[in-house]
């Protein structure tokens, strides 16, 4: 069973340009969640997204950041006009159907995408 | 906002048990205690999680103590590759999905 699969692995953007990530969840999970990780900072949530909707974008920058994730394909984060402090690791997790009132599932991570703006 | 602490670093001899605290004083009945690790430059990884019972399993032992305001992860022969940032998190029954809040967490050095 393959898990949370991220690519690119790395990838380089000049300033102004759009940055597209992908995100494919583990077989038979259908909620993916995004994380950023600035240099030398800790984990920051950024949205949760189950198929073809978006459950919480609260850790959201409000402006040049999307999250999607259609019905089929991989889910996507997108960066547009990149600038030099979008440089980070993001992260993707994925998670079962969570179980409300219950014991929880855990999420499992990707290995992220490192994002350069140069 | 993280509702843990953690000490920031720790340092542990190869092969001994490495104990990891966390405080958590402010959890809730309904509160879960996740812990996950990150290797260096490596996705999180899920170590273990439990509600108020001590919990094991091949990765690790839980132990949670019994008005549930602090817990102790046990990593019990620590090898070179435990070297990791180790997160706890308390995150709620109630809440739909699996969205985590990470803190800074405890940087563990295992030592040959």
Known sequence: NAGVMQNPRHLVRRRGQEARLRCSPMKGHSHVYWYRQLPEEGLKFMVYLQKENIIDESGMPKERFSAEFPKEGPSILRIQQVVRGDSAAYFCASSTSPDRGGSNTEAFFGQGTRLTVV | ?112
């Open chain 2, 1 to 112: 906002d993280a509702k843990t602490t953690q000490p920031p670093s720790m340092d542990c001899a190869e092969g001994r048990a490495a104990n990891l605290p966390c405080n958590h004083s402010t959890i809730s009945g309904n509160e879960y205690v996740y812990w996950y690790r990150q290797i260096h430059s490596q996705g999180p990884q899920y170590i273990i999680h439990g509600l108020k019972n001590n919990e094991t399993n091949e990765m690790a032992s839980l132990i949670i103590t019994e008005d549930r305001k602090s817990s102790t992860l046990i990593l019990p022969h620590a090898t070179l590759r435990d070297t990791a940032v180790y997160y706890c998190i308390v995150r709620s029954l109630m809440e739909y999905g699996n969205k985590l809040v990470f803190g800074a967490g405890t940087i563990l050095r295992v030592k040959s």
